[in-house]
């Protein structure tokens, strides 16, 4: 299982962008697919993720602010994210796991290799 992220990048605070999550499996069979972040020095945290029946899960930091969505033509995951702050600056990573969404990081077992998001003041 491959798990490709991007659009990442740096943009002002107020500001948004949407990363794209391409999978080389089906995002509409018995998977669940997540995007977590980790900014430095922190630990790895849960964003948000989607079910494969299309069920939404957001971390409170983002509830609101950003959106995932999942397009199972393209077998690709979405991540729109609205109103940034500073704070949401982190590399982004995109994750599956079989069955339903989890908010820890253990739990997944397909990891793409990250994108970076830069929020200035």
């Known amino acids: 299982v491959q798990l490709q992220a991007s659009g990442g990048g740096l943009v002002q605070a107020g500001g948004s962008l949407r990363l794209s999550c391409a999978a080389s499996i089906r995002t509409s069979s018995s998977n669940a697919m997540g995007w977590f972040r980790q900014a430095p020095g922190k630990e790895r945290e849960f964003v948000a993720g989607?079910?494969?029946?299309?069920?939404?899960y957001y971390a409170v930091s983002v509830k609101g602010r950003f959106t995932i969505s999942g397009d199972n033509a393209k077998n690709t995951v979405y991540l729109q994210m609205n109103s940034l702050k500073p704070e949401d600056t982190a590399v982004y990573y995109c994750a599956a796991k079989a069955d339903s969404v989890s908010y820890y990081t253990y739990e997944y077992n397909f990891w793409g290799q990250g994108t970076l998001v830069t929020v200035s003041s």
């Open positions: 989607i079910s494969w029946s299309g069920r939404q």
